[in-house]
């Protein structure tokens, strides 16, 4: 079994990586700018990171390398290749980046206009609806607010009247109904599509239409940087026929794409709903110390330390130690 660390596990390496990294930046930093460092005091990003998720990182690091699972901290592409050529498990600790649009994925300088004129000639539902809500004068669009709705075929609520910005378009486009391509294909005469699945979509087609305007979505975050599923994808080694944890990253539509592409080849974990990392690393800790001590399988294990985790009150502040979280105790 190999487990692989794409977050920091270290002050020095969360410094290293809070200004460029999507994640960090986004949930456990303040306004950083390129090339910028966060303030180290104690009300900072980096102080929490360090007194909240690192200690159960560093729990579940420690028992892992003492268990003899192969650790790899500041994992990259060529990690992931290199764990799924020598191991049948791989457990990887990283973050996806997913369809939201988030103000640091707008290019600087792009305005409205911008991306507006991009999707005038489009002449896909999509694009129409972009093109009017990004370029229609605020007056017009709520005088017309029950015409257009009705014409395009849109909730209600999807047209509102007031003044949207770029980033709050782009993201009503990810969820909003509109007529789109239909009919029977090979028999199939309904598609019921998950809203997870949509927004993703949309996400690539305004990457597309959108391409270096929009800091393109969909990507998994490594040590040295996004990557879209077809580069994770084509880093897996050809014959893993194994199991792949996506431990910490909401990643079903990076779940999916990997088991289509290879016809479900390998197994894969993968959460539908964000989970604190610090719990994460718990449920990997758990599942270990399951298939250590009790010889389950890595699955069976990893379901039993999930439903466990499911009972505990996970929005609370972490333990000091997770070993005395879940009454594991190393065996001497």
């Known amino acids: 079994m190999a487990l692989l660390f794409a977050i920091p596990v270290t002050r020095e390496e969360f410094l290293s990586r809070a200004a460029d990294s999507d994640w960090l930046s986004r949930d456990h930093s303040e306004s950083l700018g390129p090339g910028t460092l966060p303030v180290d005091n104690e009300e900072t990003p980096v102080t929490r990171y360090c007194s909240q998720v690192l200690p159960v990182l560093n729990d579940l690091l420690e028992y892992a390398s003492e268990v003899k699972v192969e650790v790899i901290c500041r994992a990259t592409l060529e990690s992931l290749r290199s764990a799924t050529e020598k191991f049948d498990v791989v457990t990887l600790l990283a973050h996806w980046k997913g369809a939201e649009v988030i103000s640091k994925d707008i290019v600087t300088g792009a305005d409205k206009r911008d991306f507006a004129m991009r999707v005038k000639d489009d002449m896909t539902p999509l694009g129409q609806w972009l093109f009017r809500r990004l370029s229609e004068p605020e007056s017009a669009r709520v005088g017309k607010k029950a015409g257009l709705a009705q014409w395009l075929g849109l909730r209600s609520k999807s047209v509102s009247p007031q003044d949207r910005s770029v980033k709050d378009v782009l993201n009503d486009a990810l969820s909003v109904d509109m007529p789109e391509a239909s009919g029977a294909e090979d028999g199939i005469d309904l598609t019921i599509e998950h809203e997870t699945t949509r927004a993703a979509r949309r996400r690539d087609e305004l990457d597309r239409l959108f391409d270096r305007l929009l800091n393109h979505g969909n990507r998994l975050e490594l040590f040295d940087g996004l990557h879209s599923r077809d580069e994770v994808e084509a880093a897996i080694a050809p014959r893993f026929t194994g199991v792949l944890d996506l431990a910490t990253c909401r990643a079903m539509v990076l779940a999916d794409f990997l088991s289509a592409r290879r016809r479900h080849s390998f197994r894969t974990v993968h959460l539908t709903h964000r989970l604190r990392p610090r719990w994460a690393a718990a449920s990997v800790f758990a599942t270990i110390h399951l298939v250590r001590e009790k010889g ?31 009454r594991f105790r190393r065996t001497t």
């Open 296 to 326: 389950l399988g890595y699955l069976e294990a990893r379901l039993i330390a999930s439903k466990w985790l499911k009972q505990q009150a996970i929005d609370s502040d972490p333990p000091q130690s997770v070993l005395d979280r879940f």
